[in-house]
């Protein structure tokens, strides 16, 4: 943890990455928090819906789930790096001149479980670390919304859980109905992005795919998910319909970067058999088929298949689609 010592000095320079969740969020943390190395550059505000006047048990759970230091966040503590901060559910959190400040929750202007995520999203605006960071996870309702739109607005990173692998989509489903998203992932891929984020060398993806980027590596990584998902070989396909084909499916699950749409078709088999559907692949296959050309080399050399003088050869090729596989049915000859 030394390597981290000369950060924690200056209080001024912790990033602060605030995880939100309510309802299903329980699961979504500890997978989230599974993906994490032992030792992240930056704090952890843990913000999960409870209910009022109960004790909390989330702190002892998340100790289960990582080797970080967890603690209260009191009133008066400071962030610190390779630190979890969980808030008493009967306080409101924010973060005021680079301290934890706590309001009791009842009789305030916030109202707990509908916008105390927003109340301290707003509140890190005004943070003066290098760039604050909101994981929006499972939950009803909207509250991270009005927080996700200050965020971005002051140059934030906005990483949501993708709603369809969400229990409960309404939080996430909120943010990225509204475009205020920077990355839509599954919750395992979303502590290998917090660590990108956390590079200095980092910049927000933009809202259309930049293919003249890197992207060989990731398309490679897709064509070979689909070999093994659905059994098709696009190796020597053009690239073009194939990419065409990916940014639809991003634009339509509001993906904005093209390695984020390549941890999700990876997580999630019903995204992949929407992109495989859609690429022209039954059309060209068979062209590729080299089993099939032998099979018609060595099929139209009997004496049905012979040109005659004064007749005309048709080649009929039924190709027909089972399991995904072309079969040639038959090759007949015609006078």
């Not at 890197?214 to 396909?237: C, K, V």
Request: glycine share 8%.
């Amino acid at each position: 943890m030394a390597m981290f010592d000369t950060v924690s000095d200056n209080w001024a320079n912790v990033p602060v990455v605030a995880i939100s969740a309510s309802a299903g969020g329980i699961a979504a943390l500890q997978k989230l928090f599974s993906g994490l190395p032992a030792e992240v550059p930056f704090a952890l505000v843990v913000l999960q819906h409870l209910p009022l006047g109960q004790p909390s048990g989330l702190a002892s759970l998340i100790a289960k789930w990582t080797p970080m230091y967890v603690r209260v966040a009191a009133d008066g503590t400071r962030p610190e790096v390779n630190c979890v901060f969980i808030p008493s559910p009967d306080n409101i959190l924010t973060l005021e001149c680079g301290i934890f400040r706590t309001r009791p929750a009842e009789g305030g202007g916030r109202r707990p479980g509908i916008d105390t995520i927003d109340a301290f999203l707003e509140s890190l605006v005004l943070h003066p670390n290098p760039r604050p960071v909101a994981v929006i996870l499972s939950g009803t309702g909207m509250d991270g919304t009005a927080g996700a739109i200050c965020l971005r607005q002051a140059g934030g990173v906005v990483i949501v859980q993708d709603p369809l692998t969400a229990m409960h989509d309404g939080m996430p489903g909120a943010v990225v109905q509204r475009g205020l998203h920077d990355h839509v992932l599954p919750v395992s891929a979303i502590g290998r992005q917090l660590m990108a984020c956390a590079d200095p060398s980092y910049t927000r993806p933009t809202q259309s795919a930049d293919w003249t980027g890197s992207t060989s590596e990731t398309l490679n990584r897709i064509i070979s998910r689909i070999q093994q998902q659905a059994g098709f070989d696009l190796i020597g396909y053009k690239p073009s319909p194939l990419l065409w084909r990916i940014q639809q499916r991003m634009d339509s699950r509001k993906v904005w970067s093209f390695e984020d749409y390549a941890f999700l078709i990876e997580d999630d088999p019903v995204e992949l058999e929407s992109l495989v559907r859609g690429i022209p692949i039954h059309v060209t296959e068979f062209f590729r088929d080299t089993d099939a050309w032998k099979a018609l080399r060595d099929g139209c050399t009997g004496t049905s298949c012979r040109r005659e003088q004064g007749t005309a050869l048709d080649t009929c090729l039924d190709t027909r689609v089972f399991d995904g596989r072309r079969s040639l049915l038959r090759c007949n000859a015609s006078g």
